[in-house]
């Protein structure tokens, strides 16, 4: 079984920060890439951003220059760092891990519950 938990969402003014973490428990053999993704109401689910294990990352344009993605391969922890939020940020954040739980297994997308993030303006 592997779970992924989100954490630190939460009500923000715009221009303000949050920090998003996701922690992956469970039988884990190996975590490929790692990333955020997020969904408004009424819109389709898009990625923000997504790092590998070797450490490179990518972002949507939208939000280049103001959230920042990084992972903790020791705790299997992924992170997201945002800042200058403004109101079109406001969703749910959903982090995934591709990872395998056995050595000589597939790798699977896990996804976690998701975290409400809400950016007043």
């Known amino acids: 079984q592997v779970s992924l938990v989100e954490s630190g969402g939460g009500l923000v003014q715009a221009g303000g920060s949050l920090r998003l973490s996701c922690a992956v428990s469970?039988?884990?053999?190996?975590?490929?890439?790692m990333g955020w993704y997020r969904q408004a109401p009424g819109k389709q689910r898009e990625l923000v951003a997504t790092v590998t294990s070797g450490g490179s990352t990518s972002y949507a344009d939208s939000v280049k220059g103001r959230f920042t993605i990084s992972r903790d391969n020791a705790k299997n922890t992924v992170f997201l760092q945002m800042s200058s939020l403004l109101p079109e940020d406001t969703a749910v954040y959903y982090c995934?891990?591709?990872?395998?739980?056995?050595?000589?297994?597939?790798?699977?997308?896990?996804w976690g519950q998701g975290t409400q993030v809400t950016v007043s303006s």
């Open positions: 995934n891990a591709d990872l395998r739980t056995v050595v000589a297994g597939l790798t699977n997308r896990y």
């Open positions: 469970g039988t884990i053999f190996s975590i490929n890439a």
